[in-house]
Structures are given as structure tokens and as C-alpha cells.
């Protein structure tokens, strides 16, 4: 039988599992899920919710990572979508105008990278940063450094709506995973996308037009972003052009890595994306549900971070594996 | 003599800047933090202004969120020679080498908002802030005499390490102290965020239920993440949940007016009077109060609806 530990998805999976067991023996309230006016609520509840918006960046960010770079703009592009958002309804837009118009944003801001990455040749982190740090300008400049008030019920809908009684942003992201993940490996693109990031010049070689891979996945992670800036303005009913995806990027890579992405490209795993981005939302969660005082609450996060990283190294298992030699090897 | 358009611009640039020394108006130099808040873009607008009310030269440098940038600023207004320096710190230290600077090339420093941690106190000549404790006792205070003294508190903190969340922090404990019926039972930080104060409220919804009866925000963008996270528990702001808050910018006293916020204490963003009158009497010789505060107004059920017509920010 081929052991479990293989599977790239095994850590994050058994880090999230331990998480939330730690949760429920501290309060079993913890898994509970009632029906409140007619909608699921509960703990579970909120973190699907609230960890939609990070699983959504970690996404695009996946394939980025996949073809061995690195998009560091996408918290910036969730402000000005937000704030794009919020001018657009403000002027008494139709919710699919604001909609195209902050996917559209995305998909510019993913183009600007991709055109200085894959075409111009810009080293992928100095490329993003550039947008990291122009791009919240660009955000305060659009809303004109005012947090704008949101009213309008179906575009709260999309972060705080439900469907069936089951929260809509959560599916939407889903179905996004779902999609993203059958264009991806039940055609060739996948394959594609990691033979650019394992190896960009043989790829070429092989017939592949590397560049144009490299610059759609930008394009992808760019329009991921703008649609997690239209959940995150949605959820608070507000576009908070300062404060909106502050250290996204982070969180972003954090999930992709965790979950079994090589950062040096080549390998991506989808599923493993999700969960390393639930981790991330059930370690918030657990600081609140364990009543950790903020001051220190960052130490067991990153207790947690460096955990899961070492236990995902090959070097770390081997010399665990050491400690306990396996008696079916013998 | 045949001149290159560069240098014709030159020429032109020149005489300009002639042109604006000139005048002898008053020239300040004030570096602030950045627009990371609608209370901080309504600090800015009252500096400005007041500024051309007054005629005031003001040269205006917005840091950005970035310390470094404040200190770049400062260095280019000690080389215009300007007549003060106002300086908004992102945060405590690592001012003193520029704030020497300042001191040899004889341009009085003041700053506002937030104070500085220094070793020679000489290096500023004033300072002029918000009384963040003041805000906390305030804000304990009104709570203790709606409440008669007794109920259970969740407090929302702001961003940890943060003199506005220490002070306001400190002075609510202590101001509730007094009063054993009112007890905190978690704290946590929603990080001055809207959507921080949100999802820490939807988190202690659900641990806590329904024995939360306070919720005390260290600011209003908290208290309105909190107000979504309680209404979609199905429960009533205001009513079932008394909500106290701090910083009065516009959206907060209308959550006031509305119910949904009980009441919520001032932090008067608008330094500008306040601080060229300080500049003038500093540059004519007089004594300056070496720390002074803006006065801080509290606004409840009685008093916000009349409030609200005349909110700047």
C-alpha cells in the first residue's frame, strides 16, 4: 500500500483535522450548525465564508506559483476593484456593470503583469511589486481617500447572501475550484502550465508558446483578485481602499505552499490550495474560540506555519523516518 | 543668444521660485501619516484648510504609512528653511536624528496627533494630541451609569501595540473598575478594521451566545463591522446588545441616530486652529503648554440627531 504521507495534501489536511478537534475538545459549540431565519450559522459556517476571499486569491495565485513565479499585487487589486465597485454603485450602476467593471479591473492588472513577466522579462517579484505598491494609491485616488458606504442588497448579497439556506460566497468560490480545476487537468493546460514552470526554455522547445502560458495564469490571478475585492467590499458593505487585502499576498502564497505547490514551479495541487487557505482562517478562528489575548496570538500561528513546512520537507521526514524505522522495510 | 528649450525652462523655474519667496508669508512644513482613515483625511482637509484661511504657506507631505517617508519630508523642509515643522509620527522612535536637524537649523517641531519617544526632550518644542485615555474613561463612564454597573463586556480592540488601543484599553479597565457588576469577558482585536470587527464578532457570537449584553469598540469602523456580525446573528444592535464606541466620524453618529450604536465618544480629527495658534505663539516668543489636548465631545441618544447636521468628517 502506498503510505499516506506521500500525498501532498496529507499535512495541511492533518494540520486543519487536529485544528478544529483542538477547537471542539476546548468547546464541542464549536462544530455546531443551526438553523438561524432559515440559514446554516455556526462556527464552520463563518470560517467557509470568511476564508472564501483568501481561497479565492490563492487560486489564481496557484497557477502563478505553478509556472514559477509569484504575484505579490493581488491585495492591492482587491482594493481597487472594491473601490471601483463602490464609485460604480455609488453612480447608480447596474450590479452586473460593477461586476464586469471589477472583473475587468482584474484582468487589466493581471494583463500589466503578465505583459512585464512573461513578455518583457521582469523578474516576477520586482514585476507585482510594482503594482503592490502603486496599486493602493490607485485605490485611494479612485475612492479618493474616503471609505464609501455600499447600499445596495444584491450586491451584499454576493459575501453575505444565502442560497438554499447555504452561504453563497463559499459556493461561488467552490464552483470556481471545481471549474478551474477540470479546465485544468482534464485538458492539456495543466500540463502545460507546469512544463513552463519547470522548465521554461525546454517547454519552448517542445512547441509551447511559454510566454503566452505565463501571462494568462497573471490574467487568471489578476481576475481571481478582483473578484475577492468585490466579496470583501460586499462583506462589510464598504470599500476600504487603505485597509482592503492588507497582507492578501501573504496569506495568498502562505495556502498555496502549505497545500503542496512547489514555489519553485512545475507542481500545483488545487485542492491542496483550499485547504491551506481554510487552515489559515481556523487558525483566526481558534484564536478568538480560545480567547488568545492579539498581542500574542501571532506566536501560535506561526508555531503552527512552521510546523506544517517542516513537516512537509523531504529532509525533515527522512530524519523523522530515521527515528522510527519502519518494520515492514525490514 | 540662441537658448535651448531646457534651458529657457530653467530660466522660467527660476524666476518662478523667486516669485513665491517673495511674499513673506509663514511657511510650514506638516508631515502627515498618510489616508489611511476618513478621521486622517479629515486631519489633512482642517491642516489645509485652515492653512489658506490664514494664508499660510503650508507645504503638505503625505507619508504614506511609511516612517521613512515622514523623515525624507522633514529633511526637504529643513532644507526649504521653513518657518515651523508639524509633524504627525507614523510611530514613537527613531525620530531624534532628524528632529536634531530641525533643532540646529533653529525651526520649532511640533507634534500632534500622536506623542514620540525621545531621549532629549528639547528636540520638540510642543505637542498637541488626542487624549486617548480620556476617550476610554469617557466612554466607561457613560456606560456604567446607562447600565446602573452591571453586564458582561466584549471589548474590540484595535491594532495591539497602538497607543490609541493601549490607552483606550487601559482606561476603560480601569474606569470599569469601580464597577464589579460589569465585567469583560473577552477581548479581542479586530485591528481598527471594519472587517476585522466583523468576523471577531461573529467569533464571539458564537462562543459566548447570547450572555454578551456590551460590546465596546475602540473605534467606529469596528463597531459597524460588529453592528453587521450581531444583525445577521438576528439580533438587535442597541437593543439587545448596547454598543459603545469611539471616534464620532460621520457614519458612526448616524448609527447613533439610528439606535444601532448607544453612544460614541469624539476624536476630534480637526487640529488645525489649534495648532497655528500654537505656531504663532511659538515663532512670536511666547510660552507654548508643553502637552495639550483637543477637547473630546461624547454623543449619545440625547445629543447626536442635533450633532449630526454639522459633522465635518
New interface residues.
Given amino acids: 500500500m502506498k503510505p499516506k504521507a506521500k500525498s501532498p495534501i496529507f499535512w495541511p489536511l492533518a494540520g486543519l483535522v487536529a485544528l478544529v478537534l483542538l477547537n471542539a475538545v476546548h468547546d464541542l459549540g464549536f462544530l455546531k450548525i443551526t438553523l438561524l431565519d432559515g440559514h446554516l450559522y455556526g462556527v464552520p459556517v463563518d470560517i467557509l465564508t470568511q476564508g472564501s476571499r483568501t481561497m479565492l486569491v490563492a487560486l489564481g495565485m496557484t497557477l502563478v506559483i505553478a509556472t514559477g513565479g509569484v504575484d505579490l499585487s493581488v491585495g492591492s487589486v482587491v482594493a481597487i476593484a472594491g473601490a471601483v465597485c463602490a464609485v460604480l454603485l455609488q453612480g447608480g450602476h447596474s450590479l452586473a456593470v460593477t461586476l464586469a467593471a471589477a472583473i475587468g479591473t482584474g484582468l487589466l492588472a493581471g494583463s500589466a503583469n503578465g505583459l512585464l513577466v512573461a513578455r518583457l522579462g521582469v523578474q516576477p517579484i520586482v514585476a507585482t511589486l510594482i503594482l503592490m505598491v502603486a496599486g493602493r494609491g490607485v485605490a485611494q485616488l479612485i475612492v479618493d481617500g474616503q471609505v464609501i458606504i455600499i447600499k445596495s442588497p444584491s450586491f451584499e448579497f454576493l459575501a453575505n447572501g444565502f442560497l438554499l439556506g447555504v452561504p453563497f460566497a463559499p459556493l461561488l468560490v467552490i464552483a470556481l475550484y471545481a471549474a478551474t480545476h477540470f479546465a485544468l487537468r482534464r485538458t492539456a493546460l495543466g500540463l502545460f502550465i507546469e512544463a513552463v514552470g519547470d522548465n521554461e526554455t525546454a517547454s519552448r522547445f517542445a512547441g509551447l508558446a511559454a510566454a503566452r502560458i505565463k501571462a494568462l495564469a497573471y490574467i487568471f490571478c489578476g481576475a481571481c483578485a478582483g473578484l475577492a475585492g468585490v466579496l470583501a467590499a460586499a462583506n462589510i458593505r464598504a470599500a476600504d481602499a487603505y485597509r482592503a487585502g492588507e497582507n492578501m499576498e501573504l496569506d495568498a502564497i502562505f495556502a498555496v505552499v502549505v497545500g503542496g505547490t512547489a514555489l519553485t514551479g512545475g507542481r500545483f495541487v488545487i485542492l491542496g490550495t483550499a485547504i491551506g487557505a481554510l487552515l489559515i482562517q481556523t487558525l483566526t478562528t481558534t484564536m478568538y474560540n480560545l480567547g488568545v489575548p492579539p498581542a500574542i496570538a501571532p506566536v501560535p500561528k506561526a508555531l503552527l506555519i512552521i510546523g506544517v513546512s517542516l513537516l512537509q520537507s523531504e529532509k525533515v521526514g527522512r530524519w523523522l523516518g530515521g527515528l522510527w524505522p519502519k518494520k515492514e522495510a525490514a | 543668444m540662441k537658448l535651448t528649450p531646457w534651458f529657457k525652462s530653467f530660466l522660467a523655474f527660476v524666476s518662478l521660485a523667486a516669485a513665491t519667496v517673495a511674499p513673506a508669508a509663514l511657511k510650514i512644513g506638516f508631515a502627515q501619516t498618510?489616508?489611511?482613515?476618513?478621521w486622517?483625511?479629515a486631519n489633512s482637509d482642517s491642516m489645509k484648510a485652515e492653512a489658506a484661511k490664514r494664508g499660510i504657506d503650508l507645504k503638505f507631505s503625505d507619508g504614506?504609512g511609511k516612517q521613512e517617508n515622514q523623515i525624507r519630508a522633514l529633511r526637504s523642509f529643513i532644507a526649504q528653511k521653513v518657518d515651523a515643522v508639524v509633524l504627525a509620527p507614523l510611530v514613537e522612535t527613531g525620530w531624534d536624528p532628524v528632529l536634531r536637524d530641525a533643532k540646529r537649523a533653529g525651526i520649532p517641531v511640533i507634534i500632534t496627533d500622536r506623542s514620540i519617544v525621545t531621549t532629549d526632550e528639547t528636540l520638540y518644542a510642543c505637542f498637541i494630541g488626542s487624549d486617548f485615555f480620556e476617550e476610554g474613561r469617557m466612554a466607561a463612564e457613560w456606560l456604567a451609569k446607562k447600565t446602573g454597573g452591571t453586564g458582561r463586556i466584549v471589548e474590540l480592540?484595535g491594532t495591539?501595540?497602538s497607543a490609541p488601543a493601549n490607552e483606550r484599553r487601559k482606561a476603560f479597565a480601569e474606569g470599569i473598575a469601580s464597577h464589579p457588576g460589569l465585567k469583560i469577558i473577552?477581548?479581542?482585536?479586530g485591528?481598527f478594521?471594519?472587517?476585522g470587527g466583523?468576523?471577531?464578532m461573529?467569533?464571539?457570537l458564537?462562543?459566548h451566545g447570547k450572555s454578551i449584553e456590551i460590546v465596546y469598540a475602540h473605534n467606529d469602523?469596528m463597531a459597524l463591522?460588529a453592528i453587521?456580525a450581531i444583525e445577521?446573528?438576528?439580533l438587535k444592535p442597541g437593543t439587545d446588545i448596547v454598543i459603545v464606541s469611539i471616534d464620532a466620524v460621520r457614519?458612526g453618529v448616524q448609527a447613533v441616530v439610528a439606535g444601532k450604536i448607544n453612544c460614541t465618544v469624539e476624536c476630534n480629527p480637526l487640529f488645525g486652529p489649534k495648532v497655528y495658534d500654537t505656531v504663532a505663539k511659538l515663532l512670536a516668543g511666547q510660552k507654548v503648554e508643553r502637552k495639550s489636548f483637543n477637547k473630546d465631545e461624547l454623543f449619545d441618544a440625547t445629543n447626536a440627531g442635533a450633532a449630526l447636521p454639522t459633522r465635518q468628517y
Avoid at chain 2, 498618510?34 to 476618513?38: K, L, Q
Avoid at chain 2, 473577552?186 to 482585536?189: P, R
Fill in positions: 498618510g489616508a489611511e482613515s476618513a486622517r483625511t504614506q480592540q495591539p501595540g473577552d477581548s479581542q482585536s485591528d478594521r471594519r472587517a466583523k468576523e471577531v461573529e467569533a464571539l458564537k462562543k469602523d463591522g453587521q445577521e446573528a438576528g457614519e
